[in-house]
Structure formats: C-alpha cells, structure tokens
C-alpha cells in the first residue's frame, strides 16, 4: 500500500477545526495516531461519527456574504485589518480625507467595464481603525472582500491578515484570488508580507518608499507592482545589506507585465474577473503561479540560495498607495480578495482585545514632560500565558515612550526601529512588547502613557513634542 503524508483536520471546516495534526506515513505510527484520535473524541464526549475526511486546506476564507450594500460587519473577526497614512502630526486624528471611489455601488454591483458610470461608492478612510472597527475602505460585497485605497496622503497602505501563523517548514501552498486590471501601476500595487509574529510591521515598505517604516529582517515579499512579480527575501542572519534574493521576473525584452504575457486576457479591462494566485513555498525556491483564463498556471519560479531565513509566519495581505493621481488613477483603487487557502499546518490562533481611544499626546513644541492619557483594554475572564500589546508610535524618541498598566511602574516601549540616529522616527512605527502576565486583569485594564525626557542624541532641530498611539490592543493566544 502507497502511505502517504496527510493533514487530519476535525470538525465543521478547517477554520473551526476540533482538532488538526500531521497524519504520520508509516503503517503502524498511523495506527498509534488513530487510537489517540479515538482518546481526543472520548474525552470532549463527542460521537465519532463527527468525524470528517481529510481536508486538503488547514485555513481557508471564502468571505461568504451577498449583502444589499456593502458590509462591514460580514468581515471575518479572524482577521486583523489596519491602515497607516503618512502626514504631518497634526492630522494624526483630525484631518477629514478626501473620499475617494470604491469599487461597488451602494447597492452592491459590481464594478462592470460596460455601465456607464462605473458602479462604485464613496468611501472615507481615518486612522482610527482595528480588528474590531476596520476602516472603511474594507467592505465585503458579492461573497469576496474589498480593500481599496486611493490618493488620501503622500503615502498609504492598507493591510490586513489572519491571526494565526502559517508553517511551511515541510513546504506550503498559498491560494487566493484577486484582480489583475490595468490601472494599478508603479504608485498603486498589493503585495503579500510573509513574517514572523514577533517582527509585525503593519506599515512596512521598501528602503526607497516615501514612508518610514523599513521591511522587517525576517521576510518574504511577494509584490506586484506594475502587474509585474517580484519576490524580495531578507534574513537578519543573512550578508550584510539582509538580502537573500531580490527578483523582478523578466519577458523577452523588458519586465514580464501581465498585459505583455497575456495581452488578450478579459480581467485586464474587468476588475470583476479575479485570477487565481498560487504561491509554493519550499525551503529553497518560491514558485508563483497565476491562473490564465485558459486554465492552465503561468509560472514564475526564484531559486533562494541557502534556503529560507525562517519556516512559520503571519501572511499579510497589504495595498500600497503612492500618490496614484499621478499616474492617471482616479476610479481604479480596490482590490478584490476572495478564497484565501493554506494546506498547513497552521500555527495556534490569537485575539485583539482593542483599547478604546487612541493616544494623542502631541503638539507644536508645548507639551510638557510629565504629560499624560489613559486608554482601556477589555480582556475576557481567561487570559493566556503570554499577553503581548501592540500598536504603532508616531514621533517615538528612544526614552520618551512610557507605560504604565494598570498602576504598575512605568516601562519604556520602543518600535522595533528607530531612524535618526537610532533614536528618533517622525513617521508611524510599529512595536510589540510583552506584558507581564500578573500585570493584566479580566476585565477593564488602564494603560497610561507618559511623555518621558528627550533623548541625548543628535537627532537635528525638533518642533513636535510628544508622541502619538493607534492601532493600540493587546494580543491572547488561544
């Protein structure tokens, strides 16, 4: 008999899976893992007959939902979703952004090529968003998710994720289905940020971007810019620039745009038709498929020299908008998401817990040392080992961030990077600590935040004091 290596996931779908382990290929290690399958069932008093096949995807997210408009409250919770604006301190939490259109009508139809105009509804984005409340420019309509994102500042990005890594130590399949229509070029792309839990950059781009925060060390960046694939992969333990590979595919003559490989492709014109993108991870190749309307895969194949940097990771699915006008983009700014897969194994779920107000502890050279505001975190009756808070900073200087929970002494929290002289940053930074687990409580937990003293660094001549908080919760394992 052919044994073979198999994913046993019980319960209703893999998403709610009971149970989910490797199944083993030999004959009698299989007949150890079955008895202890059996014990499991007997023990959570379930009947066996809840027991179901094999599932071909450990995650899987349809976005199911066909709403009259477009919906928010139909995305999943088990996803996070954030967006970061680059602007001046002062617009933090007051500026109103210019709307800007979406794909889909307040009725819900669908952005056809053929109506005149174009079906689409105005959306407003702030900063002001988390899990629990994601901005606007995320909707679902006709059974897939939205993310869109147009000119609203000199730089944006939309980011959102499942709360759960994914391992691909033994090799692993990522699918999903998004547009690939003209009219998202240099400035306007989406792109996937593979990356371990503990380096989480919400609003990471590349060193030339006009936004601060930098790539983390540990990455696989699967971008699609100017319908053209690149993959990027960066190690901390890798030369000294962190770079492992960096490779844009190339045509005959030029890049491999989408538009040059299949000119006669229909979901250039009709952002309604999404292709099918399927990602294998290996530890020594990354291979990325897209689905022609034929059918068949074209496939772009990077060789990483000396294998992965890292095998188990959050994958973040981010849009990028830089300044977009500029190449003529004025109605095409959403992207289309649906059957988002991964053949496992998965890593253990986590859950935000939001605090309730963002942190605005900036002005125009008079805020004092001292200074401080406090927000709220609802945790549940049962809390995890491991607590963790997360959240970006705008302004952080090395010393200056300090924290208090729930009355316990101050603590200072950095962003994993600063960038004028190691200890200043005037752009949004993303930063993850770890609580002590005596320090919170079920129920409402008081974070207070202080504005500490300055640095002693050469950081230049300085006008803004004080620093701001948002995208604030603290993460539990479940």
């Not at 399958?37 to 450990?58: E, Q």
Request: proline share 7%.
């Amino acid at each position: 008999m052919n044994w073979t290596t198999r994913d046993l996931v019980i319960g209703n779908k893999p998403t709610t899976a009971l149970y989910t382990k490797r199944i083993p290929s030999n004959p009698s290690a299989l007949y150890e893992h079955m008895k202890s399958v059996m014990i499991f069932f007997a023990l959570v008093g379930l009947n066996a007959a809840t027991v179901a096949h094999a599932a071909p995807w450990a995650f899987s997210e349809g976005f199911d939902g066909d709403p009259s408009a477009p919906s928010q409250t139909l995305l999943p919770q088990t996803m996070d979703y954030v967006v970061t604006h680059r602007t001046h301190p002062k617009e933090h939490f007051t500026k109103n952004f210019q709307p800007y259109a979406a794909d889909h009508a307040l009725n819900c139809a669908g952005p056809n090529p053929a109506a005149s105009a174009i079906p689409q509804h105005d959306v407003y984005t702030s900063q002001a968003d988390n899990g629990f409340t994601p901005d606007s420019s995320f909707f679902i309509c006709k059974n897939h998710m939205m993310s869109s994102m147009g000119d609203v500042s000199p730089y944006s990005i939309s980011a959102f994720w499942p709360k759960q890594e994914f391992d691909f130590s033994d090799g692993g399949e990522l699918m999903f289905d998004v547009n690939v229509n003209e009219g998202h070029r240099q400035r306007h792309w989406w792109e996937i940020m593979i990356v371990p839990r503990d380096q989480l950059k919400v609003a990471a781009g590349p060193a030339w971007a006009a936004i601060d925060e930098n790539y983390p060390e540990d990455r696989i960046v699967l971008q699609f810019r100017e319908l053209v694939r690149q993959v990027n992969v960066g190690g901390r333990d890798a030369q000294s620039d962190g770079l492992i590979v960096e490779k844009r595919q190339f045509g005959q003559w030029d890049w491999a745009y989408w538009g040059d490989l299949h000119p006669s492709d229909p979901a250039l014109v009709d952002r309604r038709i999404r292709r099918t993108m399927k990602i294998r991870i290996d530890d020594d190749t990354i291979s990325w498929g897209i689905k022609t309307a034929q059918g068949t895969f074209d496939w772009f194949k990077v060789p990483v020299p000396g294998g992965l940097p890292f095998t188990k990771g959050l994958v973040v699915f981010k849009t990028h908008a830089y300044t977009p006008q500029k190449d003529g983009n004025f109605d095409t700014y959403t992207f289309h998401w649906d059957n988002i897969r991964f053949n496992g194994p998965i890593g253990s779920r986590y859950e935000s817990y939001p605090a309730n107000d963002l942190i605005y502890l900036q002005a125009n050279g008079n805020r004092q040392i001292g200074e401080s505001q406090t927000t709220t975190v609802q945790l549940p009756e049962e809390i995890s080992n491991n607590p963790v808070l997360f959240g970006q900073l705008h302004n952080p200087k090395r010393g200056q961030v300090l924290l208090s929970v729930n009355g316990q002494p101050n603590q200072v929290v950095n962003p994993y990077e600063y960038d004028k002289d190691n200890c200043y940053s005037s752009d949004w930074k993303s930063f993850r600590i770890a609580l002590n687990r005596d320090h919170v409580l079920p129920g409402e937990n008081t974070l207070t935040w202080t504005i500490g003293e300055r640095p002693d660094c050469n950081f230049g001549p300085i006008d803004w004091d004080g620093y701001s908080v948002k995208f604030l919760h603290i993460q539990l394992d479940q």
